[in-house]
């Protein structure tokens, strides 16, 4: 059941999995909420206690009041779940915050799940024209929330990092909900592309000595993999594995494939 989380933005948060699995922190990919690893750590069995956490302007937590940089914002929100010998699992926007926390605080994470950190500023030097290609097909969605048409930048989005599913056939109440969330992806742009969080600054990567899985889907953006080389270039003890048939969210599309890669993980360390 959700429930109110320890921190200065009065997030709500989800329980999932078994009381006496390792503990984990659970970060959702952008447009999502808690909810979206229920699949995922169900797979898993009694392997892990997962606090999943609603994001600022997601789920059941309060909307974002826009004061702050985003990022900044939802990291300091959930630092306060992390204990001693944490496991972190995050997804897409919630994987970077996950990367953020680690190299925070790297002495109390015991090892780090990482599917698809959208971390697009670790290709910018290593693969510029897959950079490049990436910020050109952002550029409808952030021109659309520039005059304020959020049903335009949502479906661009959507069309991207979405689950597959035509913008109609998503069904009216979840489009208005993009709609009214769609902003907060243009708000965390400066984190995302530009690493305004610093989280490329030398050394930092370096200090994340704990063991880190990479999961992405084989039919993911392009840019994916090369963010995932580039991190795992830095990283001292990163490893990589591949969900076949799949795309962007595999947690929710693919949950059973993604446990099984999490579970191995989990067992080797």
Do not use: N
Request: charged share 25%.
């Amino acid at each position: 059941m959700p429930k109110d989380a320890p921190s200065l933005f009065p997030l709500r948060s989800r329980t999932l999995g078994a009381s006496g699995g390792a503990p984990a922190l659970a970060l959702h990919c952008g447009l999502a909420h808690g909810g979206a690893w229920k699949g995922v750590v169900a797979a898993l069995g009694d392997r892990l206690s997962v606090i999943a956490p609603d994001m600022p302007g997601h789920g059941r937590s309060p909307d974002w009041d826009r004061r702050g940089d985003y990022h900044d914002v939802v990291t300091d929100a959930v630092e306060p779940f992390l204990q001693d010998g944490i496991t972190l699992l995050g997804h897409s926007f919630g994987a970077t915050v996950a990367l953020r926390l680690a190299e925070r605080h790297p002495g109390l994470i015991r090892r780090m799940v990482l599917i698809e950190p959208v971390l697009f500023a670790a290709a910018r030097e290593t693969a510029p024209a897959v950079f490049a290609a990436r910020c050109e097909a952002a550029r409808p969605m952030k021109e659309a929330l520039a005059r304020d048409d959020t049903e335009t930048a949502a479906k661009v989005f959507t069309g991207t990092w979405g689950v597959g599913k035509t913008w109609d056939a998503l069904g009216a109440e979840a489009r208005a909900r993009l709609q009214k969330q769609v902003r907060i992806i243009g708000e965390s742009d400066p984190a995302l592309t530009d690493d305004s969080a610093r989280l490329l600054k030398e050394g930092a990567l370096e200090r994340c000595t704990m063991p880190v899985l990479f999961l992405r889907g084989a039919q993911t953006e392009p840019i994916l993999a090369e963010i995932h080389t580039a991190l795992m270039a830095r990283l001292p003890d990163a490893r990589e594995a591949v969900i076949p048939e799949a795309g962007h969210m595999a947690p929710i599309t693919r949950p059973e494939a993604v446990a099984a890669e999490i579970a191995a993980f989990l067992d080797a360390t």
